[in-house]
């Protein structure tokens, strides 16, 4: 292993979000943002070489960006009903059962912040795995409720019934602080590692709502060697992952 000293934040938070897509087999991964594509594209080159990577608008890619297919966006859409693709998406807000908000902020008839829509949450959500990546980890975004329900939640879909709750999957949230999931009883958020250099007492400190804390908290993994290469020498060589991430 590398000696932690020398792996930056943004560095575990890559490891982290590759994470997500381990054991997935051959399913299409659709990362949204910086870190979570370079996590993907990591995790494409060591333990899940079965992932499809996709350029987000017609292509099918390799880990290097050169073109291994054709996707049409009626295709893409089969798969996302058909629960073939595991999406990490961004969030404006997300509560402790897990729905996301990335509509708006305030009252939905007179929003105080316009942002980007509902756009495909919900159909996400309920038909395919759908992890979350929050580069600015505060109370801001880890609320108590959020405002408008987009990406939906545990509480959500199981009052909403067996139709909902069918393919419905939250595996993890990776913020910059740490990785979260939801594997307690009442399906709420836990804390499941801590990136190393953060406490416990900051994480809560950034979280609007009370956190499911193990008794004994690991650290994130450390990037292998290899890794660190792939990371360093071939996905991400302008090092931009720094840029969204800073210690």
Same mark, same amino acid.
């Given at each position: ?94 509560? $402790? ?68 709750? $069918? ?64 990371? $360093? ?15």
């Amino acid at each position: 292993m590398t000696p932690t000293g020398t792996v930056s934040r943004a560095e575990y938070c890559v490891v982290a979000c590759a994470e997500a897509w381990r054991g997935d087999g051959e399913i299409l991964a659709s990362p949204m943002g910086l870190i979570p594509s370079v996590g993907a594209r990591l995790a494409r080159r060591t333990f899940s070489p079965g992932l499809l990577l996709t350029d987000g608008e017609a292509m099918l890619v390799g880990p290097d960006g050169t073109v291994e297919g054709w996707l049409p966006y009626r295709q893409h859409l089969a798969m996302v009903t058909g629960g073939r693709r595991h999406v990490m998406m961004g969030a404006s807000q997300i509560d $402790r059962f897990g729905n996301q908000n990335i509509s708006c902020i305030g009252d939905w008839r007179q929003p105080t912040r316009q942002l980007l829509g509902v756009r495909g949450a919900p159909v996400n959500t309920l038909n395919n795995p759908v992890s979350y990546w929050v580069p600015k980890h505060s109370a801001r975004v880890f609320v108590p409720k959020v405002d408008l329900v987009c990406g939906v939640g545990h509480d959500n879909a199981a009052a909403a019934g067996p139709s909902a709750t $069918r393919f419905h999957r939250i595996p993890r949230v990776v913020s910059d602080l740490g990785v979260f999931d939801f594997a307690t009883p009442d399906r709420s958020m836990r804390l499941a590692s801590l990136h190393p250099g953060v406490t416990l007492d900051r994480v809560r400190e950034a979280t609007g709502f009370a956190l499911t804390v193990p008794g004994d908290v690991p650290y994130t993994r450390e990037p292998t060697e290899d890794e660190l290469r792939l990371i $360093r020498e071939v996905i991400d060589p302008e090092g931009l992952r720094d840029r969204e991430v800073r210690a």
